[in-house]
């Protein structure tokens, strides 16, 4: 409201603003007015000139001026960091880079993504920047998510090791402490315990007083952990304590950077739906309500849908388990996502049958028709 009063703009008019694809055009002396009244560098909504001083970014007036662009829900808000001229820009592109992962495949993103850090390397080159090693880190994070998605896990997990380095050299322990927490989460999904268990409890190490929304996210990597090593109690036990420390999360406060998502009951249910996968507890499964699960894109959706799968197949509803696995697959198909199929595959893997019944001899014939 006080901004479209600033402006001399309705509040319909302000909401179109918002919501202008990056191609439309805007008036440069009300983006200047726009930028002036949020407090934000002028060249975050592209204008020339970048006012002295280091200025923080509100989230939701980063992401209506400066970005204009659909956001996937794992990418609720924008972080704040207080910068301007090059890591704001950078990390802005790194941002628009996140936000296309919903409706894009990896695959058509790579390459973008791995020009994008060469960018950022040229202009880091033989200076002591903290802010470009910060930026330097989510963009090779982000690089390792989209070799993650493409089933190429040694590239993943080279680039998240060059994300925890590049976070060190930002001299920032809470990213640091974030990158090890999202290499520990590949390689729980990957199903390596003992590396998962290792990265969390390092991630835990340099963290003196970790905020909330880091013990509840790294307890429900660590319960994924401990149900890819088999172990129910533990991974109960970690539930339990994320959920307990979830709730003490207000909904509506703004995640701490570099979290760039709330996390919530929601969260730790789903973390509950892939434990009980892994574990092949169907009542861990199927007893969440999948239906209010099953936010964020079409890719996410999929994998829970695989989860939900699993949890049909542990309680014998073969001809249910692969009607809902076939439907995900269609989706990693479409987006060529080799981490939906390599999950359809582990799925199809646990069935052990000589006499498949029809609908798994027709997933069968699919899996063997996948090129990615």
């Given at each position: 409201m006080q901004l479209g009063e600033t402006l001399g703009l309705s509040q319909s008019a302000i909401s179109r603003l918002e919501k202008r694809g990056p191609s439309g055009t805007y008036d440069m002396a009300l983006l200047?007015?726009?930028?002036?009244?949020?407090?934000?560098?002028?060249?975050?909504?592209?204008l020339a000139g970048t006012p002295s001083g280091s200025v923080a970014?509100?989230?939701?007036?980063?992401l209506g001026i400066g970005a204009a662009a659909a956001v996937t829900p794992v990418l609720a808000v924008i972080p704040v960091q207080p910068e301007t001229g090059q890591p704001a820009a950078l990390r802005l592109g790194t941002a628009s880079y996140r936000r296309l992962d919903g409706s894009t495949p990896s695959r058509d993103l790579a390459d973008a993504v791995r020009g994008h850090i060469q960018l950022i390397d040229r202009l880091s080159a033989g200076r002591d920047r903290p802010q470009l090693a910060a930026v330097r880190s989510e963009a090779l994070a982000f690089a390792g998510w989209l070799s993650w998605d493409m089933g190429d896990h040694?590239?993943?997990?080279?680039?998240?090791g060059h994300a925890?380095?590049?976070a060190r050299a930002a001299q920032n322990s809470l990213l640091a402490a974030?990158?090890?927490?999202?290499?520990?989460?590949f390689e729980a999904h990957a199903?390596?315990?003992?590396?998962?268990?290792?990265l969390a409890g390092r991630a835990r190490t340099i963290l003196a007083d970790p905020p909330a929304i880091a013990d509840a996210w790294l307890t429900s990597v660590e319960a994924l952990a401990h149900a890819a090593g088999g172990d129910r109690d533990r991974a109960d036990q970690a539930l339990t304590h994320s959920r307990k420390v979830a709730l003490r999360l207000g909904?509506?406060?703004?995640?701490?950077?570099?979290?760039?998502f709330t996390f919530d009951e929601s969260k730790?249910?789903?973390?509950?739906?892939?434990?009980?996968?892994?574990?092949?507890?169907?009542?861990?499964?199927?007893?969440?309500?999948?239906?209010?699960?099953?936010?964020?894109?079409?890719k996410q959706r999929a994998l829970l849908m695989l989860d939900i799968a699993a949890g049909h197949l542990a309680a014998g509803r073969v001809d249910g388990a692969f009607a809902i696995a076939d439907r995900a697959l269609d989706i990693g198909l479409t987006y060529r996502s080799g981490r939906i199929v390599d999950r359809a595959c582990g799925l199809r893997r646990t069935l052990t049958t000589t006499t498949p019944p029809r609908v798994v001899r027709e997933f069968d014939d699919r899996l063997h028709d996948v090129y990615l």
């Amino acid at each position: 409201m006080q901004l479209g009063e600033t402006l001399g703009l309705s509040q319909s008019a302000i909401s179109r603003l918002e919501k202008r694809g990056p191609s439309g055009t805007y008036d440069m002396a009300l983006l200047g007015r726009a930028a002036a009244h949020l407090h934000i560098s002028a060249s975050l909504v592209g204008l020339a000139g970048t006012p002295s001083g280091s200025v923080a970014v509100e989230r939701r007036e980063f992401l209506g001026i400066g970005a204009a662009a659909a956001v996937t829900p794992v990418l609720a808000v924008i972080p704040v960091q207080p910068e301007t001229g090059q890591p704001a820009a950078l990390r802005l592109g790194t941002a628009s880079y996140r936000r296309l992962d919903g409706s894009t495949p990896s695959r058509d993103l790579a390459d973008a993504v791995r020009g994008h850090i060469q960018l950022i390397d040229r202009l880091s080159a033989g200076r002591d920047r903290p802010q470009l090693a910060a930026v330097r880190s989510e963009a090779l994070a982000f690089a390792g998510w989209l070799s993650w998605d493409m089933g190429d896990h040694g590239s993943a997990r080279s680039s998240y090791g060059h994300a925890i380095k590049a976070a060190r050299a930002a001299q920032n322990s809470l990213l640091a402490a974030y990158q090890l927490g999202s290499l520990a989460q590949f390689e729980a999904h990957a199903g390596n315990s003992p590396q998962a268990l290792s990265l969390a409890g390092r991630a835990r190490t340099i963290l003196a007083d970790p905020p909330a929304i880091a013990d509840a996210w790294l307890t429900s990597v660590e319960a994924l952990a401990h149900a890819a090593g088999g172990d129910r109690d533990r991974a109960d036990q970690a539930l339990t304590h994320s959920r307990k420390v979830a709730l003490r999360l207000g909904r509506e406060e703004t995640p701490p950077w570099p979290w760039v998502f709330t996390f919530d009951e929601s969260k730790v249910s789903a973390a509950r739906v892939a434990c009980g996968a892994r574990l092949g507890l169907a009542d861990w499964v199927l007893s969440a309500d999948t239906a209010a699960l099953a936010t964020g894109h079409e890719k996410q959706r999929a994998l829970l849908m695989l989860d939900i799968a699993a949890g049909h197949l542990a309680a014998g509803r073969v001809d249910g388990a692969f009607a809902i696995a076939d439907r995900a697959l269609d989706i990693g198909l479409t987006y060529r996502s080799g981490r939906i199929v390599d999950r359809a595959c582990g799925l199809r893997r646990t069935l052990t049958t000589t006499t498949p019944p029809r609908v798994v001899r027709e997933f069968d014939d699919r899996l063997h028709d996948v090129y990615l």
